[in-house]
């Protein structure tokens, strides 16, 4: 699986405003400085998670539009990327195959379905705390979890 550059710095400008002191409103700029990420590149993505109901737009820069808890990282990625999983740019369930390659759709309908199961079941206050639930944290303690192949 492969996670964009925009969904990274959208999640990571996310957690930032999460971890913001009295859930204040902080400056593109500040956010920027903070995770290292281009400034325009984070105006744009700013600009869409506003356009997704995630984060508000204010005087004084940005601030999330519901409480951390309540917004996952799934929310994050499909406000600024679209779907979770997608085949080509198509949805698995749209997908047809015939022959031996029939038996791939199963294989992508589950790889979405735990795909899901993982980034909505993790919130953005989960992260901004570093207390990601047990079952998705002791996904990390796999033989080979942290080995590329």
């Avoid at 996310?14 to 903070?34: M, N, T, V």
């Avoid at 996952?72 to 990625?77: L, Q, Y």
């Avoid at 779907?83 to 369930?93: A, E, F, K, Q, Y």
């Avoid at 919130?123 to 944290?137: G, T, W």
């Amino acid at each position: 699986m492969r996670i964009s550059a925009r969904a990274d710095y959208a999640i990571r400008a996310a957690l930032q405003l999460a971890a913001s002191p009295d859930d204040g409103p902080l400056k593109a700029e500040a956010i920027a400085d903070a995770q290292d990420i281009p400034h325009k590149f984070l105006e744009s993505i700013l600009n869409d998670m506003r356009r997704g109901g995630l984060v508000l737009s204010q005087r004084g820069g940005y601030r999330l539009a519901k409480p951390a808890e309540s917004i996952s990282i799934a929310d994050v990625i499909r406000t600024v990327e679209g779907p979770l999983v997608s085949v080509r740019g198509v949805r698995p369930p749209d997908l047809s195959y015939t022959g031996p390659a029939e038996s791939l759709l199963p294989l992508w309908i589950a790889l979405r379905s735990n795909v899901r199961e993982i980034l909505e079941g993790v919130s953005l206050a989960d992260v901004a705390s570093a207390q990601l639930p047990a079952d998705v944290f002791a996904l990390t303690n796999a033989p080979g979890a942290w080995v590329n192949p």
